[in-house]
Protein backbone atom coordinates (compact mmCIF):
# COMPACT_ATOMS: atom_id res chain seq x y z
CA UNK A 1 0.00 0.00 0.00
CA UNK A 2 1.31 3.68 -0.36
CA UNK A 3 2.42 5.53 2.30
CA UNK A 4 0.66 8.44 0.56
CA UNK A 5 -2.72 7.24 0.81
CA UNK A 6 -5.18 8.89 3.14
CA UNK A 7 -6.62 7.45 6.09
CA UNK A 8 -10.83 6.77 5.32
CA UNK A 9 -13.51 8.61 7.58
CA UNK A 10 -14.46 5.97 10.43
CA UNK A 11 -17.75 7.44 10.52
CA UNK A 12 -20.20 7.72 7.94
CA UNK A 13 -20.27 11.20 7.83
CA UNK A 14 -16.21 11.78 8.23
CA UNK A 15 -16.21 11.86 12.11
CA UNK A 16 -14.01 10.62 14.49
CA UNK A 17 -15.69 7.42 14.46
CA UNK A 18 -16.19 4.56 17.58
CA UNK A 19 -11.92 3.26 17.02
CA UNK A 20 -11.03 6.94 16.80
CA UNK A 21 -12.59 7.51 20.04
CA UNK A 22 -10.97 4.62 21.74
CA UNK A 23 -7.69 5.22 21.02
CA UNK A 24 -8.52 8.78 22.28
CA UNK A 25 -9.25 6.95 25.69
CA UNK A 26 -6.58 4.55 25.77
CA UNK A 27 -3.99 7.50 24.73
CA UNK A 28 -5.42 9.33 27.98
CA UNK A 29 -5.16 6.41 29.58
CA UNK A 30 -1.63 6.00 29.02
CA UNK A 31 0.08 9.06 29.23
CA UNK A 32 -2.56 9.18 32.82
CA UNK A 33 -0.67 5.79 34.38
CA UNK A 34 2.97 7.08 33.24
CA UNK A 35 2.47 10.31 34.63
CA UNK A 36 1.37 8.60 38.12
CA UNK A 37 4.82 6.97 37.61
CA UNK A 38 6.61 9.60 36.19
CA UNK A 39 4.67 12.82 36.05
CA UNK A 40 7.82 14.48 34.14
CA UNK A 41 6.85 11.87 31.54
CA UNK A 42 3.49 11.87 31.70
CA UNK A 43 2.75 15.22 30.79
CA UNK A 44 5.31 15.37 28.26
CA UNK A 45 3.15 12.31 26.56
CA UNK A 46 -0.05 14.23 27.38
CA UNK A 47 1.32 17.41 25.43
CA UNK A 48 2.36 15.57 22.69
CA UNK A 49 -0.75 13.71 22.06
CA UNK A 50 -2.45 16.62 22.95
CA UNK A 51 -0.58 17.98 19.81
CA UNK A 52 -1.23 14.90 17.53
CA UNK A 53 -5.36 15.71 18.37
CA UNK A 54 -4.91 19.15 17.59
CA UNK A 55 -3.20 17.86 14.17
CA UNK A 56 -6.11 15.36 13.75
CA UNK A 57 -7.53 17.07 10.34
CA UNK A 58 -4.11 15.54 8.68
CA UNK A 59 -3.69 11.92 7.32
CA UNK A 60 -2.27 9.65 9.80
CA UNK A 61 0.87 8.89 7.21
CA UNK A 62 1.58 12.77 7.01
CA UNK A 63 1.19 12.83 10.73
CA UNK A 64 3.62 9.62 10.79
CA UNK A 65 6.48 11.78 7.85
CA UNK A 66 6.09 14.94 10.19
CA UNK A 67 7.03 13.38 13.14
CA UNK A 68 9.56 11.36 11.91
CA UNK A 69 11.17 14.17 10.64
CA UNK A 70 11.14 15.98 13.64
CA UNK A 71 12.37 12.25 15.59
CA UNK A 72 15.77 12.32 12.92
CA UNK A 73 16.41 16.07 13.88
CA UNK A 74 15.77 15.42 17.47
CA UNK A 75 18.27 12.06 17.60
CA UNK A 76 20.98 14.13 16.16
CA UNK A 77 21.07 16.91 18.86
CA UNK A 78 20.12 13.39 21.61
CA UNK A 79 20.83 13.68 25.21
CA UNK A 80 20.92 17.28 25.03
CA UNK A 81 16.71 17.94 24.76
CA UNK A 82 16.64 16.38 27.84
CA UNK A 83 14.27 17.20 30.91
CA UNK A 84 16.61 19.24 33.36
CA UNK A 85 16.95 16.25 36.37
CA UNK A 86 15.77 13.67 34.22
CA UNK A 87 18.61 13.08 32.01
CA UNK A 88 17.20 9.46 30.74
CA UNK A 89 13.98 11.63 29.10
CA UNK A 90 14.93 13.51 25.67
CA UNK A 91 13.04 14.39 23.20
CA UNK A 92 14.14 11.54 20.88
CA UNK A 93 12.96 9.06 23.17
CA UNK A 94 9.42 10.77 23.19
CA UNK A 95 9.06 10.51 19.69
CA UNK A 96 9.99 7.19 19.53
CA UNK A 97 7.68 6.47 21.94
CA UNK A 98 5.33 8.50 20.15
CA UNK A 99 6.17 6.97 16.58
CA UNK A 100 5.20 3.63 18.13
CA UNK A 101 1.85 4.78 19.27
CA UNK A 102 1.42 5.84 15.90
CA UNK A 103 2.17 2.52 14.78
CA UNK A 104 -0.08 0.74 16.73
CA UNK A 105 -2.81 3.27 16.02
CA UNK A 106 -2.39 1.97 12.07
CA UNK A 107 -2.56 -1.44 12.40
CA UNK A 108 -6.00 -0.74 14.74
CA UNK A 109 -7.38 0.72 11.70
CA UNK A 110 -7.02 -2.35 9.73
CA UNK A 111 -3.69 -1.32 8.18
CA UNK A 112 -0.67 -3.02 6.57
CA UNK A 113 2.98 -1.50 7.41
CA UNK A 114 3.45 -0.74 3.92
CA UNK A 115 7.43 -2.30 2.61
CA UNK A 116 8.27 -0.83 -0.40
CA UNK A 117 9.90 -2.53 -3.25
CA UNK A 118 12.97 -3.07 -3.02
CA UNK A 119 13.20 -2.67 0.96
CA UNK A 120 11.77 -6.81 1.47
CA UNK A 121 15.87 -7.87 1.71
CA UNK A 122 16.81 -5.34 3.78
CA UNK A 123 13.76 -5.74 5.82
CA UNK A 124 14.65 -9.58 6.48
CA UNK A 125 18.04 -8.80 7.31
CA UNK A 126 17.41 -6.73 9.98
CA UNK A 127 14.46 -9.04 11.14
CA UNK A 128 17.25 -11.72 11.40
CA UNK A 129 20.04 -9.62 13.21
CA UNK A 130 17.55 -8.39 15.91
CA UNK A 131 16.05 -12.27 16.20
CA UNK A 132 19.90 -13.16 16.59
CA UNK A 133 20.53 -10.39 19.13
CA UNK A 134 17.70 -11.91 21.08
CA UNK A 135 18.50 -15.31 20.93
CA UNK A 136 21.93 -14.19 22.04
CA UNK A 137 20.49 -12.99 25.29
CA UNK A 138 20.48 -16.44 26.63
CA UNK A 139 24.16 -16.95 26.64
CA UNK A 140 24.91 -13.71 27.69
CA UNK A 141 26.80 -13.02 30.85
CA UNK A 142 24.75 -9.89 31.56
CA UNK A 143 20.84 -10.30 30.25
CA UNK A 144 20.11 -6.69 31.14
CA UNK A 145 22.96 -5.12 29.15
CA UNK A 146 22.04 -7.67 26.38
CA UNK A 147 18.64 -6.78 26.41
CA UNK A 148 19.30 -2.85 26.56
CA UNK A 149 21.58 -3.42 23.60
CA UNK A 150 19.03 -5.17 22.08
CA UNK A 151 16.65 -2.95 22.55
CA UNK A 152 18.93 -0.30 20.81
CA UNK A 153 19.23 -2.23 18.11
CA UNK A 154 15.56 -2.37 17.27
CA UNK A 155 14.84 1.92 17.77
CA UNK A 156 17.87 2.02 15.67
CA UNK A 157 17.11 -0.20 12.87
CA UNK A 158 13.26 1.31 13.45
CA UNK A 159 14.69 4.40 12.64
CA UNK A 160 16.71 3.42 9.70
CA UNK A 161 13.59 1.70 8.08
CA UNK A 162 11.19 4.31 8.95
CA UNK A 163 13.06 6.87 6.97
CA UNK A 164 12.53 4.62 3.05
CA UNK A 165 8.98 3.67 3.99
CA UNK A 166 7.82 7.73 4.59
CA UNK A 167 10.21 9.51 2.18
CA UNK A 168 8.86 7.45 -0.92
CA UNK A 169 8.66 10.36 -3.22
CA UNK A 170 10.74 13.43 -4.35
CA UNK A 171 9.02 16.22 -2.08
CA UNK A 172 8.90 13.62 1.09
CA UNK A 173 12.94 13.10 0.34
CA UNK A 174 13.60 17.08 -0.03
CA UNK A 175 11.64 17.32 2.98
CA UNK A 176 13.81 15.29 5.11
CA UNK A 177 17.15 16.46 3.18
CA UNK A 178 15.96 20.17 4.58
CA UNK A 179 15.34 18.87 7.80
CA UNK A 180 19.10 17.12 8.32
CA UNK A 181 20.34 20.26 6.62
CA UNK A 182 19.60 22.45 9.15
CA UNK A 183 20.22 20.72 11.92
CA UNK A 184 23.89 20.62 10.31
CA UNK A 185 23.76 24.15 10.37
CA UNK A 186 22.95 23.96 14.47
CA UNK A 187 25.71 21.60 14.96
CA UNK A 188 28.14 23.71 12.97
CA UNK A 189 26.59 27.03 14.92
CA UNK A 190 27.05 24.67 18.41
CA UNK A 191 30.67 23.92 17.59
CA UNK A 192 31.72 27.46 17.01
CA UNK A 193 29.62 28.88 20.42
CA UNK A 194 31.77 26.26 22.01
CA UNK A 195 35.32 27.42 20.25
CA UNK A 196 34.64 30.90 20.63
CA UNK A 197 32.39 31.54 23.54
CA UNK A 198 33.21 29.03 25.86
CA UNK A 199 29.71 27.17 25.65
CA UNK A 200 29.71 22.81 26.58
CA UNK A 201 26.25 20.98 25.72
CA UNK A 202 24.74 18.85 28.49
CA UNK A 203 26.20 15.84 26.43
CA UNK A 204 29.67 16.72 25.97
CA UNK A 205 32.01 14.95 27.64
CA UNK A 206 34.34 18.44 28.08
CA UNK A 207 31.64 20.42 29.92
CA UNK A 208 33.89 20.26 33.32
CA UNK A 209 36.63 20.42 31.42
CA UNK A 210 38.48 23.96 30.69
CA UNK A 211 40.57 24.59 27.82
CA UNK A 212 39.74 21.42 25.47
CA UNK A 213 40.78 22.11 22.14
CA UNK A 214 38.12 20.30 20.06
CA UNK A 215 34.10 20.86 19.62
CA UNK A 216 31.98 18.17 20.49
CA UNK A 217 28.70 20.23 19.37
CA UNK A 218 25.67 17.77 20.28
CA UNK A 219 28.05 15.14 20.42
CA UNK A 220 29.56 13.47 23.35
CA UNK A 221 33.20 13.55 22.11
CA UNK A 222 34.78 15.43 19.23
CA UNK A 223 35.44 11.96 17.50
CA UNK A 224 31.60 11.41 17.31
CA UNK A 225 31.22 14.90 16.22
CA UNK A 226 34.50 14.17 13.62
CA UNK A 227 32.18 11.30 12.11
CA UNK A 228 29.18 12.89 11.64
CA UNK A 229 31.09 15.95 9.63
CA UNK A 230 32.66 12.80 8.08
CA UNK A 231 28.97 10.71 7.59
CA UNK A 232 27.71 14.83 6.14
CA UNK A 233 30.50 15.46 3.81
CA UNK A 234 29.86 13.49 0.50
CA UNK A 235 26.22 15.38 0.69
CA UNK A 236 28.06 18.84 0.64
CA UNK A 237 30.81 18.21 -0.99
CA UNK A 238 28.89 17.14 -3.91
CA UNK A 239 26.76 20.28 -4.14
CA UNK A 240 29.18 22.70 -6.00
CA UNK A 241 29.99 19.83 -8.32
CA UNK A 242 26.10 18.73 -9.30
CA UNK A 243 23.86 21.07 -8.28
CA UNK A 244 22.61 23.40 -10.88
CA UNK A 245 21.10 26.62 -8.43
CA UNK A 246 24.38 28.62 -7.47
CA UNK A 247 22.70 28.89 -3.76
CA UNK A 248 22.98 25.10 -3.37
CA UNK A 249 26.41 25.15 -4.88
CA UNK A 250 27.45 28.01 -2.39
CA UNK A 251 25.74 26.63 0.85
CA UNK A 252 27.61 22.98 -0.51
CA UNK A 253 30.87 24.49 -0.60
CA UNK A 254 31.09 26.62 2.82
CA UNK A 255 29.71 23.69 4.33
CA UNK A 256 31.87 21.54 3.37
CA UNK A 257 34.95 23.38 4.12
CA UNK A 258 33.46 23.91 7.63
CA UNK A 259 32.50 20.06 8.08
CA UNK A 260 36.65 19.75 6.84
CA UNK A 261 37.65 21.98 9.44
CA UNK A 262 36.25 20.89 11.93
CA UNK A 263 37.29 17.28 11.55
CA UNK A 264 40.83 18.58 11.61
CA UNK A 265 40.27 20.58 14.77
CA UNK A 266 38.68 17.56 16.46
CA UNK A 267 42.62 15.88 15.35
CA UNK A 268 40.37 12.29 14.31
CA UNK A 269 42.78 10.01 12.44
CA UNK A 270 40.21 7.95 10.84
CA UNK A 271 37.85 10.66 9.95
CA UNK A 272 40.65 12.29 8.15
CA UNK A 273 41.50 9.57 6.49
CA UNK A 274 37.17 9.18 5.54
CA UNK A 275 37.89 12.52 4.06
CA UNK A 276 40.26 11.26 1.57
CA UNK A 277 38.66 8.67 0.76
CA UNK A 278 35.63 10.43 -0.03
CA UNK A 279 37.07 12.81 -2.24
CA UNK A 280 39.30 10.13 -3.68
CA UNK A 281 35.78 7.77 -4.70
CA UNK A 282 34.10 10.99 -5.79
CA UNK A 283 36.86 11.64 -8.26
CA UNK A 284 37.27 7.81 -9.52
CA UNK A 285 33.06 7.55 -10.22
CA UNK A 286 32.64 10.70 -11.88
CA UNK A 287 36.07 10.12 -13.84
CA UNK A 288 34.75 6.69 -15.31
CA UNK A 289 31.37 8.27 -16.20
CA UNK A 290 31.41 9.62 -19.68
CA UNK A 291 27.63 11.39 -19.17
CA UNK A 292 29.36 13.16 -16.15
CA UNK A 293 32.59 14.78 -17.53
CA UNK A 294 31.33 18.39 -16.91
CA UNK A 295 30.99 17.22 -13.05
CA UNK A 296 34.49 15.76 -12.78
CA UNK A 297 36.62 18.86 -14.04
CA UNK A 298 34.26 20.44 -11.26
CA UNK A 299 35.07 17.61 -8.78
CA UNK A 300 39.14 18.20 -9.65
CA UNK A 301 38.48 21.85 -8.72
CA UNK A 302 36.36 20.85 -5.45
CA UNK A 303 39.30 18.74 -4.45
CA UNK A 304 42.15 20.74 -5.27
CA UNK A 305 40.55 23.42 -2.51
CA UNK A 306 40.28 20.46 -0.29
CA UNK A 307 43.67 19.52 -0.36
CA UNK A 308 45.05 22.82 -0.23
CA UNK A 309 42.63 23.63 3.03
CA UNK A 310 44.22 19.88 4.33
CA UNK A 311 47.72 19.70 3.45
CA UNK A 312 48.94 23.02 5.62
CA UNK A 313 46.87 22.25 8.39
CA UNK A 314 48.51 19.19 9.21
CA UNK A 315 51.55 20.88 9.71
CA UNK A 316 49.75 24.00 11.86
CA UNK A 317 50.42 26.28 9.12
CA UNK A 318 47.21 26.15 7.11
CA UNK A 319 43.78 28.56 7.09
CA UNK A 320 42.25 26.73 9.25
CA UNK A 321 43.58 27.53 13.17
CA UNK A 322 43.97 24.02 14.49
CA UNK A 323 45.70 23.50 17.97
CA UNK A 324 48.96 21.84 18.61
CA UNK A 325 46.91 19.12 19.88
CA UNK A 326 45.18 18.07 17.50
CA UNK A 327 48.12 18.45 14.97
CA UNK A 328 50.04 16.13 17.14
CA UNK A 329 47.03 13.65 17.14
CA UNK A 330 46.53 13.95 13.12
CA UNK A 331 50.74 12.87 13.01
CA UNK A 332 50.34 9.23 11.72
CA UNK A 333 54.35 8.74 12.86
CA UNK A 334 52.89 9.45 16.49
CA UNK A 335 50.48 6.68 16.00
CA UNK A 336 52.92 4.05 14.88
CA UNK A 337 55.44 5.09 17.64
CA UNK A 338 52.73 4.31 19.97
CA UNK A 339 51.77 0.80 19.13
CA UNK A 340 55.50 0.33 19.23
CA UNK A 341 55.96 1.64 22.33
CA UNK A 342 52.87 0.02 24.16
CA UNK A 343 51.69 3.68 25.05
CA UNK A 344 48.88 6.44 24.12
CA UNK A 345 45.42 5.52 22.07
CA UNK A 346 47.53 3.75 19.36
CA UNK A 347 48.44 1.31 21.74
CA UNK A 348 45.29 1.00 23.56
CA UNK A 349 43.29 0.30 20.35
CA UNK A 350 45.69 -2.10 19.02
CA UNK A 351 45.07 -4.31 22.36
CA UNK A 352 41.55 -3.81 22.12
CA UNK A 353 41.58 -5.23 18.32
CA UNK A 354 43.78 -7.91 19.86
CA UNK A 355 41.08 -8.60 22.39
CA UNK A 356 38.42 -8.35 20.76
CA UNK A 357 39.57 -11.47 18.21
CA UNK A 358 40.16 -13.15 21.16
CA UNK A 359 36.99 -12.95 22.70
CA UNK A 360 35.59 -13.88 19.36
CA UNK A 361 37.46 -17.34 18.81
CA UNK A 362 36.90 -18.03 22.82
CA UNK A 363 33.05 -17.81 22.07
CA UNK A 364 33.28 -19.96 19.24
CA UNK A 365 31.80 -17.56 16.71
CA UNK A 366 28.73 -17.08 18.14
CA UNK A 367 29.99 -13.87 20.39
CA UNK A 368 29.90 -12.77 23.55
CA UNK A 369 26.03 -11.63 24.05
CA UNK A 370 24.69 -8.44 22.60
CA UNK A 371 25.85 -5.60 24.35
CA UNK A 372 28.16 -7.96 26.67
CA UNK A 373 31.90 -6.87 24.91
CA UNK A 374 32.98 -4.46 27.50
CA UNK A 375 31.64 -7.03 30.16
CA UNK A 376 33.51 -9.73 28.67
CA UNK A 377 36.75 -7.15 28.15
CA UNK A 378 36.71 -6.26 31.93
CA UNK A 379 37.17 -10.28 32.38
CA UNK A 380 40.00 -10.70 30.41
CA UNK A 381 43.33 -10.94 32.33
CA UNK A 382 45.75 -7.57 31.75
CA UNK A 383 42.12 -5.24 31.34
CA UNK A 384 43.63 -1.36 31.31
CA UNK A 385 41.03 0.55 31.92
CA UNK A 386 39.34 0.86 28.54
CA UNK A 387 36.97 -1.33 27.81
CA UNK A 388 35.14 0.12 24.65
CA UNK A 389 36.42 -2.00 21.46
CA UNK A 390 35.86 1.53 19.59
CA UNK A 391 35.63 -0.58 16.56
CA UNK A 392 31.95 -0.80 15.41
CA UNK A 393 32.39 -4.08 13.25
CA UNK A 394 34.17 -5.54 15.68
CA UNK A 395 31.90 -4.86 18.57
CA UNK A 396 29.38 -6.46 16.10
CA UNK A 397 31.41 -9.25 15.69
CA UNK A 398 32.29 -9.54 19.77
CA UNK A 399 28.44 -9.31 20.84
CA UNK A 400 26.66 -11.17 18.19
CA UNK A 401 29.56 -13.43 16.61
CA UNK A 402 29.87 -14.65 12.82
CA UNK A 403 25.66 -14.85 12.81
CA UNK A 404 25.57 -11.05 13.63
CA UNK A 405 28.44 -9.75 11.47
CA UNK A 406 27.40 -11.93 8.10
CA UNK A 407 23.60 -9.94 8.70
CA UNK A 408 25.55 -6.90 8.58
CA UNK A 409 28.24 -6.88 5.98
CA UNK A 410 25.47 -8.24 3.98
CA UNK A 411 23.13 -5.23 4.18
CA UNK A 412 25.79 -3.06 4.27
CA UNK A 413 27.08 -4.38 0.90
CA UNK A 414 23.76 -4.60 -0.45
CA UNK A 415 23.35 -0.34 0.56
CA UNK A 416 26.74 0.09 -1.41
CA UNK A 417 25.95 -1.78 -4.40
CA UNK A 418 22.02 -0.41 -4.60
CA UNK A 419 23.66 3.37 -4.29
CA UNK A 420 26.76 2.75 -6.82
CA UNK A 421 23.79 1.76 -9.30
CA UNK A 422 21.80 4.66 -8.62
CA UNK A 423 25.15 6.83 -8.66
CA UNK A 424 26.28 5.39 -12.54
CA UNK A 425 22.43 4.81 -13.84
CA UNK A 426 20.14 6.88 -12.75
CA UNK A 427 18.26 9.82 -15.49
CA UNK A 428 16.85 11.67 -12.27
CA UNK A 429 19.67 14.17 -10.91
CA UNK A 430 18.14 14.00 -7.47
CA UNK A 431 18.42 10.10 -7.59
CA UNK A 432 22.07 10.02 -9.01
CA UNK A 433 23.11 12.66 -6.41
CA UNK A 434 21.92 10.81 -3.42
CA UNK A 435 23.03 7.67 -4.94
CA UNK A 436 26.69 8.93 -5.27
CA UNK A 437 26.52 10.89 -1.82
CA UNK A 438 25.17 7.71 -0.22
CA UNK A 439 27.63 5.21 -1.72
CA UNK A 440 30.78 8.19 -0.49
CA UNK A 441 29.34 8.63 2.96
CA UNK A 442 29.41 4.32 3.23
CA UNK A 443 32.80 4.18 1.77
CA UNK A 444 34.11 6.54 4.44
CA UNK A 445 32.67 5.23 7.54
CA UNK A 446 34.69 1.84 7.25
CA UNK A 447 37.27 4.19 8.66
CA UNK A 448 35.26 6.85 10.49
CA UNK A 449 33.37 3.99 12.28
CA UNK A 450 36.88 3.61 14.04
CA UNK A 451 36.58 7.05 15.90
CA UNK A 452 33.37 6.70 17.59
CA UNK A 453 33.35 4.38 20.85
CA UNK A 454 30.28 2.63 20.05
CA UNK A 455 27.50 2.96 17.17
CA UNK A 456 24.63 1.10 18.17
CA UNK A 457 22.84 4.70 19.21
CA UNK A 458 25.05 6.35 17.43
CA UNK A 459 21.59 7.92 15.08
CA UNK A 460 24.05 9.54 11.92
CA UNK A 461 24.91 6.78 11.04
CA UNK A 462 21.61 4.61 11.22
CA UNK A 463 20.12 7.90 9.54
CA UNK A 464 22.85 7.66 6.61
CA UNK A 465 21.58 3.84 6.51
CA UNK A 466 18.30 5.16 5.78
CA UNK A 467 19.34 7.59 3.20
CA UNK A 468 21.22 4.78 1.27
CA UNK A 469 18.10 2.35 1.43
CA UNK A 470 15.80 5.00 -0.07
CA UNK A 471 17.80 5.30 -2.52
CA UNK A 472 17.76 2.02 -3.59
CA UNK A 473 13.52 2.28 -2.98
CA UNK A 474 13.69 5.84 -5.05
CA UNK A 475 15.41 3.79 -7.83
CA UNK A 476 12.41 1.10 -8.03
CA UNK A 477 9.58 3.83 -7.95
CA UNK A 478 11.19 5.13 -10.85
CA UNK A 479 8.88 6.50 -13.77
CA UNK A 480 9.24 5.58 -17.52
CA UNK A 481 11.09 9.10 -18.36
CA UNK A 482 13.30 7.84 -15.09
CA UNK A 483 12.22 10.86 -12.88
CA UNK A 484 11.49 9.95 -9.51
CA UNK A 485 7.82 10.58 -8.84
Known sequence: MSVGATTRPAGPSGGPGVRAVVLVLVAAVAAGALAAYAPVAGIALAVVLLVVALLGGRSLPDLGRATLIVALVAAIIGPNLGLPGQPEIFAFRLF???IILGLVAWLLMGRGIPVPDGLGLPMALVAGWVGWALASVTWAASTGDALR?????????????????????????????????????????????????????PASAFTPRIGAFA?????????????????????????????????????????AVLAIGFILVSGSKSNLI?????????????????????AFIASLVVVAAALALIIPSLFGAGIVPVPEQAVAKLNFGTLSDQVSSGQGSGAV???????????????????????????AVRAQTGYEGVANLHNWTLEVLVDTGLVGLLLYIALYLAMLVGNFRAARTARDPLLRYLGLAGMLALLGFLTGSLAISTSIAFAPMWITFGLCLTTIVLARRTGPDGRIP
Open 274 to 294: AVGIILLGMLVVLGTDRSMRR
Open 215 to 255: ATSFFGNQNNFATYLALSLPYLVLLPVVARDARLRIAGAVS
Open 149 to 201: WTVFLIISTGLMLAIPIAASRRRYVLWVLGALGATFVLAILGAFAEIFLGVRF
Open 349 to 375: RSTLLGKGVDLAVQSNGVGVGAGNAEN
Open 96 to 98: AVL
